[in-house]
């Protein structure tokens, strides 16, 4: 089996671990993120992480946790399969002889490239799972002259969207900031990964890391990803739940003056806690799901 078959099926085991782990978070990420300001003396529909879980639970059951991973669970094999495999392929032109370790600013460079790939799979992928994940809460807030379409599935999305949000392009709507997103967070990502398995491993040569070390670099790592893009994540998904017909954002610029202004510093972080808390584990089960899948294959 080549190089590159074994990063794309290492890649897509690694990517089905992230998910299984990380789904329930991200659903509470987005119900924060994309709930809208509520009128001047009335409270959000979510005080927080806490109330939005207790809130769908009650509402959904555990089902609702796991609202829109059908979009992402299609298309795990191909994101995946596309980050790892391009990053695997950039560590082969960036290395001076076949097996030679790389450095960290090598790794940021290879994790840079592979966020350009992923950007184009992950923008239609994710435009789908944040319009199943919001819609409770844009359904609650619809007024007149908005109307929150219901979605039965992930497919209905799709089709929603290609026949009444001009075609295709409109499952590429978000984009500007999904590369924002992926580009720099990728970077840093596989940057802290190499860099801590260096100095868990004591040098450059970390083959012999245990799955413990390996777990906590991935986690860590997964952490190093949102701490530096995650306002950008919150104007995707702003963008990306954006009534067509009635939007209140003319774009991503316009979608970050307009959070910042009406909320401040703190509305680019709504959904934080639930990032980084889906972060580590989710991360940690990739990365250690990847490597041990990888080393396996030879």
Known sequence: MGDVAKDLLAGTVGGSAQLVCGHPFDTIKVKLQSQPVPPPGQAPKYAGAIDALKRTLAAEGPRGLFKGMGAPLATVAAFNAVLF???????????????????????????????????????????????????????????????????????????????????????????????????????????????LKQYLAGGQDTSQLGRGSLMLAGGLAGAAFWLTVYPTDVVKSVVQVDDYKNPKFSGSIDAFRKTLKAEGVKGLYKGFGPAMARSVPANAACFLAYEVTRSSLG
């Open 85 to 195: 495999t391009v990053r695997g392929q950039m560590e082969t032109l960036l290395r001076t002889e076949p097996g030679a370790p790389l450095s960290v600013q090598q790794q940021v460079i290879c994790g840079a490239g592979a966020g350009v790939a992923v950007s184009f799979l992950a923008c239609p992928t994710e435009l789908i799972k944040c319009r199943l994940q919001a819609q409770s809460v844009l359904a609650s807030v619809a007024g007149e002259g908005s109307v929150a379409v219901k979605y039965a599935g992930p497919i209905d999305v799709a089709r929603h969207v290609l026949q009444s949000e001009g075609g295709a392009r409109g499952l590429f709507k978000g984009l500007t900031p999904t590369l924002a997103r992926e580009i720099p967070g990728n970077a840093a990502m596989f940057g802290v990964y190499e860099a």
